[in-house]
């Protein structure tokens, strides 16, 4: 049986047939075809950064202009919300507010002197007012509110057997301070220096308590 190849093409395809007995088988060859690359998958786009808001500036202190300058627009909206949530103040506890680390003006500074205890015709109490006022660049006030520093004195009589024997004077100096608690501001004091006098009737008492006085503003005006 002689058998004759045929070859011709179909759509692209080369396609061979050989003829036996008058029937044609098809073989199909396929050329490859180049498989078509896939596009890379883009980066994953990054999270939004942090913007400036009202919030921020009630909260941070931060405005707009300086929002970036800060570095915050690196945060995230995610970190800024922590940053917030962190810097607000608890209601729960007292916003206490001083002058600034503990520093006192460079002009004239306001001194709020008490004198309680054994002192029936406040001749005690006028005495050190009088020192104090005469310090330099120094006014005595009556109101916390309004003074720089405190200076609180204690008059104790010491007795025996109910006969007196003596005087003592107990000072401390303070800080005028302000706390907030729920909306409520009251006024506050962080302590300073305290000491004892002996002799609380005694004529040095008040030079003594004012030239105290005096060595601590002096001390506080040059930091």
Not at 6 to 34: D, E, H, I, K, Y
Not at 64 to 92: H, V, W
Not at 153 to 166: A, L, M, P, S
């Amino acid at each position: 049986m002689r058998r004759i190849a045929l070859l011709w093409q179909v759509s692209g395809v080369v396609v061979a047939g050989v003829v036996m007995s008058g029937q044609v088988g098809l073989a199909q060859q396929a050329t490859t075809q180049p498989t078509a690359t896939k596009p890379k998958s883009k980066t994953a786009v990054k999270p939004g950064m942090a913007v400036w808001s009202p919030d921020v500036q009630k909260t941070l202190g931060v405005t707009a202009e300086n929002f970036n300058a800060e570095g915050l627009n690196k945060l995230t909206p995610a970190q800024l919300t922590a940053l917030l949530i962190s810097a607000r103040p608890d209601p729960r506890k007292g916003l206490l507010t001083c002058p600034a680390s503990g520093a006192i003006p460079a002009g004239r500074v306001k001194v709020l002197v008490t004198v309680a205890g054994d002192d029936p015709t406040g001749a005690i109490a006028a005495a050190i007012r009088q020192a104090v006022a005469s310090l330099n660049a120094v006014d005595v006030v009556d109101s916390a509110s309004t003074a720089d520093r405190a200076l609180h004195v204690v008059v104790q009589e010491q007795t025996v057997n109910k006969r007196t024997i003596g005087f003592t004077a107990s000072y401390l100096t303070a800080t005028p301070c302000s706390e907030e608690i729920g909306g409520r501001k009251t006024d506050v004091e962080l302590k300073g220096t305290l000491g004892t006098y002996s002799n609380a009737k005694g004529p040095g008492l008040a030079k003594d308590l004012a030239a105290m006085l005096d060595q601590e503003l002096q001390e506080l005006r040059t930091k």
